[in-house]
């Protein structure tokens, strides 16, 4: 199988084993320090000029990397929309109050907290992206523990791995499913359709791993909580969610880029923080993360000349054809071995091209394996890396053959039943 990343520009400097080498040495550069974050640089500090280094040196053609910066930058775009909206929806107390309702349902048990991080965080993920709900629903979590007294482990691993399975539902709700999205040649709505009973069986089955994973934690005592008084309920940000979420169904319905709605839906929360002086333009410019941004788009070029140097052609002889059950299983299992081997992010731009070739339904196989296969060890993805740094901010350690074993029993658990799910999705509604 062939996709059309497959070709090698003839406007080459380099030869191809140099071209070949160059690439696979500065994309795998590119990964550790975007894990080790050395001296707490940003991720671009790297990747960027390891994407320039490839052009320089014709390890990707200069078209090839206009194509992929073409390619990238609506997803980009969405993707700083995205991540202002969930930052003001924060600043409105979105999320406190979502812990008070959390502490509130709970009513002192650990299992219905479980229970409830389950609700919110699914919901957030789907709704505001995977990185509201480690930026910001894990601090809460963590708050939301301590008051009932409850043993935060349970509820804090929820945390990361809802931010990568529960993140299947939208195209919004990760930056793969944006990449997803563009190469599907998919509506929102019908995106939505084929993924809605994948995204339920897989949270289910992460459900029913965590209540026995965590039976000894869940089952401790926990005090009788405080009685606080509840926050206010944001309901300007709770409307503005709302209508931004309708804006995306009636954009792509209308053929428009849903991007807009995602730019509407920030500059509103926007606007009336920098209105009602709480924010300044330099906070909004913050709240779109720039330095990330930079990272996605230098990442996608150096992954690009990878591509283009022989990746794509030795995936391609691997990655199964057509979209019958065990074809669909054969490419969700390839791209979640390959997500903890090279991150999620480069391993959805690999293998789009080629799974593109297939249809719909093997590029939402790939999606599958790329979101949920990442719960298996702390590189398969930036949400996770990002979530171990918050959790050692809070002084909670975490137990790498812990997070491993609950991986191993979580992933395929997930993984297989969606995987059935989106091949029964698709015999119903089509793909």
Known sequence: ????????????????????????????????????????????????????????????????????????GPVIGFLAAVLVLARFCDDEGLFRAGGAWMARWAAGSPGRLLTAVFALASAITAVLSLDATIVLLTPVVFATAA????????????????????SLLLPVSNLTN??????????????????????????????????????RDLGAAAPAPS????????????????CTLAGFVLASALGID???SAAAGALVLAARALLRRRATPLTVVRAAAPAFLAFVLALGIVVRAVVDNGLADALGRLLPDGSGLLALLGIAALAAVLANLINNLPAVLVLLPLAAVSGPGAVLAVLLGVNIGPNLTYAGS??????????????????????????????????????????????????
């Open 382 to 431: 930036l949400a996770t890396l990002l979530w171990r740094r918050i959790v050692h901010q809070h002084d909670h350690g975490v137990d790498l053959k812990e997070f491993t074993r609950l991986g191993l029993i979580a992933v395929p658990a997930a993984l297989v039943p969606a995987v059935v799910a989106l091949w029964a999705s698709l015999h119903v509604l089509g793909g």
């Open 258 to 260: 849903p991007a807009w």
């Open 178 to 215: 944006l990449l997803a999205f563009t190469a599907s040649g998919l509506s929102f709505t019908r995106f939505a359709a084929l993924m809605t009973l994948p995204w339920l069986v897989a949270i289910a089955a992460e459900y029913v791993v965590f209540r026995r994973f965590f039976a």
């Open 227 to 242: 009685v606080d008084e509840p926050p206010d309920m944001p309901l300007f940000a709770l409307v503005t969610v709302v």
């Open 147 to 166: 008051r009932m007294g409850a043993r935060p482990k349970p509820h804090v691993y929820a945390c990361t791995h809802l931010s990568n399975t529960a």
């Open 1 to 72: 199988m062939k996709g059309h990343h497959d070709r090698v520009p003839e406007d080459r400097t380099l030869n191809t084993p140099l071209a070949e080498s160059l690439s696979v040495v500065l994309l795998v550069a590119v990964l550790v320090c975007a894990v080790v974050r050395p001296f707490n640089w940003p991720e671009a500090v790297v990747a960027v000029p390891a994407a320039g280094l490839v052009m320089a040196t014709g390890a990707i053609s200069w078209d090839h990397a206009r194509a992929e910066a073409a390619h990238l």
